[in-house]
């Protein structure tokens, strides 16, 4: 908007009255000049009829006199010309200058006018009142009556942007602005729901058992599914003309409207066919796997029950449809909580394990990255996206990785469990220091696998359980000197088996793939054996016993 300070216009304006004092003082100058060089022209120095030469003087003097007036008069009517202009000029600037903040004249809300002039803080208090005051009396054709406002009704108003509609109105086009009879009524900008709207209104006029409730679909945890919830028939009311009245109190806020709704018995007001169709497609959401990838080592798929509590099912009973939406906000908040639970890692270090004259034996403990997950709100528009489109979809989510660092660690102690001889051999830098009777794993499912692995994880003391192939339990308290090296499969004490350790048994008194021992020796392997101690289990499963 053209808005010219002060400063600017006063000189302007005092440099125009200089300019016309100037032109006028000069057009006199002129005039005079002129008059006496056409006097002495025409006087004849030579001339004896004085008398002649008198009166033509005095009749061009005359003339001159008569041109001068009305020259002095066309200045006067120009000079008064210009200064009107450069009033006019002012008078726009300054009213443009005094409403650039302030409501524009012609502008209208709440079926007033009175609102012109107004600043930022008398339009907010203006619009807020407006708010306050408007009601929607609401009566059915049983008599009963209630009163209403748009909170109520599920109408969200847009304070805010009605305010800055308000300011800003007719402000785009500098001339009309100024204009009283070029009119703008500005209405509340809001957000509506009706199907919220017409379940308020129905659940105030109808009661609960009388009520007609449509077929719909409802989530059932047991199946994970969708499925069809049945309507029944029964009494309703027609909301359209509150719909039509909450339209109105936007246009025109600030009032009381009343309507008047009508009351009938009808069946239930969506069929199932209908219902069912909205199934079929909710169901075909949750078919679909949306994960969420750290970008490293963790992936995390969104459960369907999670899904299933963002997404809102909309029963339309005055359009008889059934639509559904998703919350974002609700993703949002479950995913800015979720994520991190299943997507940060805590760093570990690598131990790689080698033997005193440098040779690489094998990796002890595998390395982790650290990951922190950086959530944004953007993850959860990708993720409500992938619903709505009924997608696979994965998902990488910003992070921080910090990444794992590699230690050698030297190992002198090394085990051989002979499944052949029933024996435990432990080796220091390659040379057999100790050689142990054991029994192992049983014929079958539960014989001890062969391979290489390292001592992991190790106790005092530990009560072991479990269940049998017979689906039994088993529970077995106080199990000493416990070393674990491949999943649930250790070194143990084993005092209920001293037979099967001194025949060296397993086909009969084998056990669930432990390495059964004599309580010395498994203490002296937890004494001596750390944490990456490599094992390496060999050779075939005896029939019967080795030894005698």
Not at 130 to 145: F, H, L, P, Q, Y
Not at 346 to 358: A, L, N, P, R, V
Request: one cysteine or more; hydrophobic letters at 35%; glycine letters at 6%.
């Amino acid at each position: 908007m053209l808005n010219l300070p002060h400063a600017i216009f006063v000189p302007l304006i005092e440099q125009g009255f200089k300019s016309m004092s100037e032109l006028e003082h000069n057009n006199l100058d002129a005039f005079e000049s002129e008059n006496i060089d056409n006097i002495a022209n025409n006087i004849d120095v030579n001339s004896v009829d004085n008398y002649n030469i008198d009166n033509n003087n005095i009749n061009q003097t005359a003339v001159l006199k008569n041109r001068h007036k009305s020259n002095k008069s066309a200045l006067v009517l120009l000079y008064s010309l210009v200064i009107f202009v450069i009033l006019l000029v002012c008078a726009f600037l300054g009213t443009q200058a005094y409403f650039h903040d302030r409501v524009a004249p012609g502008v209208h809300f709440a079926g007033s006018s009175q609102i012109v002039g107004a600043q930022l803080a008398a339009v907010s208090k203006n619009v807020d009142n407006a708010v306050d005051s408007t009601k929607i009396e609401i009566k059915d054709d049983r008599g009963k009556t209630i009163n209403a406002n748009f909170e109520d009704l599920y109408v969200k108003v847009d304070k805010s942007a009605t305010v800055k509609n308000i300011m800003r109105s007719k402000h785009d086009n500098a001339f009309t602005m100024l204009m009283p009879w070029v009119q703008k009524t500005v209405a509340l900008q809001a957000t509506r729901n009706d199907m919220d709207m017409d379940a308020y209104i129905i659940k105030k006029f109808v009661n609960d058992k009388d009520r007609a409730m449509p077929y719909t679909a409802k989530y059932d945890s047991g199946s994970e599914s969708y499925v069809v919830e049945d309507g029944v028939p029964g009494r309703t009311v027609i909301t359209l003309p509150v719909r039509e009245a909450v339209k109105k109190s936007l246009e025109n806020p600030g009032k009381t409207v009343k309507v008047t709704i009508e009351s009938r018995r009808i069946e239930a007001p969506i069929k199932r066919d209908v219902a069912k169709k909205t199934v079929d497609q909710l169901n075909n959401i949750l078919t679909k796997k949306i994960t969420l990838s750290n970008g490293d080592s963790k992936d995390f798929t969104i459960p369907k029950s999670a899904i299933a509590s963002w997404i809102k099912v909309n029963a339309d009973e005055q359009r008889k449809q059934i639509s559904f939406t998703v919350d974002r906000e609700a993703v949002n908040t479950w995913l800015s909580k979720e994520l991190a639970k299943n997507l940060n890692q805590q760093k570990i270090d690598q131990e790689d394990t080698y033997s005193k004259k440098g040779q690489f034996i094998m990796t002890t403990l595998k390395g982790v990255n650290g990951v922190e997950v950086r959530y944004s709100k953007d993850v959860a528009n990708k993720v409500v996206d992938a619903i709505e489109k009924g997608t696979d979809a994965k998902i990488t989510v910003p992070t921080n990785v910090v990444k794992f660092a590699v230690e050698k660690k030297i190992v002198e102690m090394r085990i051989v469990v002979d499944k052949t001889t029933q024996t435990v051999s432990v080796y220091k830098d390659d040379q057999l220091i100790r050689t142990m009777p054991v029994c192992t794993g049983s014929n079958g499912y539960y014989e001890t696998p062969n391979g290489t692995f390292h001592i992991y994880l190790r106790y005092d003391v530990q009560a072991m359980q479990g269940f049998n192939r017979d689906g039994s339990r088993y529970y077995l308290p106080g199990i000493t000197w416990v070393s674990y090296f491949n999943g649930g499969i250790s070194f143990h004490t084993a005092r209920w088996n001293d037979v099967g350790i001194a025949q060296g048994y397993p086909a009969k008194h084998g056990s669930h793939g432990c390495i059964n021992m004599y309580e010395q020796d498994s203490k002296w392997v937890y004494d001596n054996c750390p944490r990456g101690t490599i094992v390496q289990v060999v050779g075939e499963q005896p029939d019967g016993p080795v030894r005698q």
